[in-house]
T-cell receptor, first 112, second 118 residues
Framework: NAGVTQTPKFRVLKTGQSMTLLCAQD?????MYWYRQDPGMGLRLIHY???????AKGEVPDGYNVSRLKKQNFLLGLESAAPSQTSVYFC???????????FGPGTRLTVT | AQSVTQLDSQVPVFEEAPVELRCNYS??????LFWYVQYPNQGLQLLLK??????LVKGINGFEAEFNKSQTSFHLRKPSVHISDTAEYFC????????????????FGRGTSLIVHP
């Protein structure tokens, strides 16, 4: 099993550009999460999904959109990137009633 | 709502010395507790978890943690650290009961950087 994979690993955007981050898991997990990690801030939840076709806002959802059209994929979109969105983005997943999360390797995004 | 406080942002220690990383939480509902480790340029991986039962839980790589309900703490310990334990450590909680909307939103602390010197 590949576990949780994230594409791309690195990306540089100019302010105002858009992009989509892809998270894929092959463990048949119901729950999926997108976090951002900033120095001294820990992990903050952006959006999450409890199943295919459902998404919900987390702690810091502004400027991001998500979609979960297939159970194994969770997409994070930035419609108009801002320098404040420079961060490392982590995707995670877990099985219902099994509480630990499995994390991807992260995507380092820089917005100039 | 819940919150997690990791009391030390950085903990320097010499190799083979014991270490304790502190975590306190607050929550209006019962929670499950976790410690995750993040090695440089990697994602997080689970070290250990407390769901129920014995308050002393053992994890991977010789780490253990003790749940103290009265002090709302879940401190992580290792009796003798190695250079390879240098990493960022995150404490996290997840509510036992579903919040409105039927979900279980996890909350992470800000992390403690463990730096092991030779």
């Amino acid at each position: 099993n590949a576990g949780v994979t994230q594409t791309p690993k690195f990306r540089v955007l100019k302010t105002g550009q858009s992009m989509t981050l892809l998270c894929a898991q092959d463990m048949n997990h119901e729950y999926m999460y997108w976090y951002r990690q900033d120095p001294g801030m820990g992990l903050r939840l952006i959006h999450y999904s409890v199943g295919e076709g459902t998404t919900a806002k987390g702690e810091v959802p502004d400027g991001y959109n998500v979609s979960r059209l297939k159970k194994q994929n969770f997409l994070l979109g930035l419609e108009s990137a801002a320098p404040s969105q420079t961060s490392v983005y982590f995707c995670a997943s877990r099985r219902r009633q099994v509480w630990e999360q499995y994390f991807g390797p992260g995507t380092r995004l820089t917005v100039t | 709502a819940q919150s997690v406080t990791q009391l030390d942002s950085q903990v320097p220690v010499f190799e083979e010395a014991p270490v304790e990383l502190r975590c306190n939480y607050s929550s209006s509902v019962s929670v499950y507790l976790f410690w995750y480790v993040q090695y440089p340029n990697q994602g997080l991986q689970l070290l250990l978890k407390y769901l129920s039962g014995s308050t002393l839980v053992k994890g991977i790589n010789g780490f253990e943690a003790e749940f103290n309900k009265s002090q709302t703490s879940f401190h992580l310990r290792k009796p003798s650290v190695h250079i390879s334990d240098t990493a960022e450590y995150f404490c996290a909680v997840t509510p036992v009961s579903a919040l409105s909307g039927g979900s279980y939103i996890p909350t992470f602390g800000r992390g403690t950087s463990l730096i092991v010197h030779p």
